[in-house]
């Protein structure tokens, strides 16, 4: 069966970086797009960001466009989201999916996990 698993949240200040991880499992992962979501409380979740499944190719929202980075290690199932100058706002529960079920990497995924948390303090 499918699984994602995200680490890495925590608590930071205003300007500091934080490093996301999602380890998936093999079979769905090596050959599908992976994004990065993220909702925050009260709100509608939102799209932060996507890599290819060869991982030439990178989309961002505008509201992270220049501060965060996905990444992808095939060898280690894994992708990344490398968070810097965090603001408040980017405050959320941060959700790691494979497999998007159209041709969009910013709509729906088949698989999600399930969730960590980061927490900007001002």
């Known amino acids: 069966q499918a699984q994602l698993v995200e680490s890495g949240g925590g608590l930071v200040q205003v300007g500091g970086s934080l490093r996301l991880s999602c380890a998936a499992s093999?079979?769905?992962?090596?050959?599908?797009?992976m994004g990065w979501f993220r909702q925050a409380p009260g709100k509608e979740r939102e799209f932060v960001a996507a890599?290819?499944?060869?991982?030439?190719?990178?989309y961002y929202a505008d509201s992270v466009k220049g501060r965060f980075t996905i990444s992808r290690d095939i060898v280690k199932n894994s992708v990344y989201l490398q968070m810097n100058s965090l603001k408040p706002e980017d405050t959320a529960v941060y959700y790691c999916?494979?497999?998007?079920?159209?041709?969009?990497?910013?709509?729906?995924?088949?698989?999600w996990g399930q969730g960590t948390q980061v927490t900007v303090s001002s």
């Open positions: 093999g079979r769905m992962f090596s050959n599908n797009a």
């Open positions: 890599i290819s499944w060869r991982g030439g190719t990178t």
């Open positions: 999916a494979g497999q998007p079920t159209g041709l969009s990497l910013r709509g729906e995924y088949n698989y």
